[in-house]
């Protein structure tokens, strides 16, 4: 589950399963009667449905979005917010409020204080997606982590299908807390005996 008025960055490589996972997050909660809303500023709309008919996650409750402008789109969901808002990624998005391309420091920091502040002000849970940088650092000098509660790290392991995701910020619980996960045709999978699989 997630925690109410609470924002959740999600930070790992690009293409190690960040998307996969909250499409199927989503999904599951728009399964169980609650509206969730997927912002798409890293791939088309048609990609993103292309993906979630072949995981079969497609679902009346989870609508899709492809607007990169946050003024364009937050304004409106306040007055009828969404359970869950997933954001992919916050260096595709940008603000009206200041000047500067996507991904710039500046957009990072003001993209998830509007973020945070709608969770906050709603009960929404935002999910924001952030990749990495060649030295394995958020982008946005980790700007973003101050402004969450909760950070979780996808980090890759050699085994190629294997996911490994630890919490290495939580305000609601603890962090070193580690799910180990493996991408099939269908999605991620937990694996249900990692100590094997490491032995």
């Known amino acids: 589950g997630l925690v109410k008025a609470s924002a959740l960055l ?5 293409g190690i399963g960040k998307s996969t996972l909250l ?3 989503a999904a599951r909660f728009a399964r169980n009667g609650l509206k ?3 912002i798409s500023g890293e791939e088309s709309a048609a990609q993103v449905r292309g993906r979630a008919e072949r995981m079969q996650v497609e679902h009346e409750n989870f609508l899709l979005v492809e607007q990169p402008v946050l003024e364009q789109v937050l304004p409106a969901l306040y007055d009828d ?3 869950m808002l997933v954001v992919d990624s916050i ?5 009206e ?3 500067g391309a996507p991904g710039l420091v500046s957009q990072i920091r003001t993209c998830g204080s509007l973020l945070a502040d709608f969770a906050r002000a709603t009960g929404c849970a935002v999910v924001v997606v952030g990749h990495v940088t060649k030295d394995g650092d958020l982008a946005g000098p980790r700007v973003l982590e101050h402004l969450v509660d909760t950070v979780l790290d996808f980090e890759p392991q050699e085994q190629g299908t294997v996911r490994m995701i630890r919490a290495v910020k939580n305000r609601f619980g603890r962090t070193g807390e580690l799910a180990v996960m493996e991408m099939t045709g269908t999605g991620l999978r937990p694996v249900r005996d990692a100590s094997a699989l490491f032995l």
Not at 10 to 14: H, W
Not at 91 to 95: E, K
């Open 91 to 95: 260096q595709t998005v940008l603000s």
């Open 81 to 83: 917010p969404p359970v």
């Open 36 to 38: 969730v809303l997927y």
């Open 10 to 14: 999600v930070g790992g490589d690009p």
């Open 23 to 25: 499409l199927q997050a």
């Open 97 to 99: 409020e200041i000047d």
